[in-house]
């Protein structure tokens, strides 16, 4: 079918990887990125996006799911 597949594994390579997309001219581009499961995404609206973060982190933890709460946070306060 002529599609190409993109995929990105290192942040440094979005740039080199989405331009080999839309550079493709036989067929369809297609894109796959490994992200880190435990990223937390930047909400749309602070208050809220803070508000719903509490809330999925306090029902995570009520079904005993500490181990994941910790992880997300270890791995996001490097960001700060």
Known sequence: MGAKG???EEPGD????LAAALAHRGGPG???AVVDPYALCCP????QGRRALHLSLAKQVLNGKMDSVIKTIERNIRLI
């Open 14 to 17: 979005v740039k080199e990887g």
């Open 30 to 32: 297609s894109g796959d």
């Open 6 to 8: 993109i995929r990105i």
């Open 44 to 47: 749309p609206h602070p208050v």
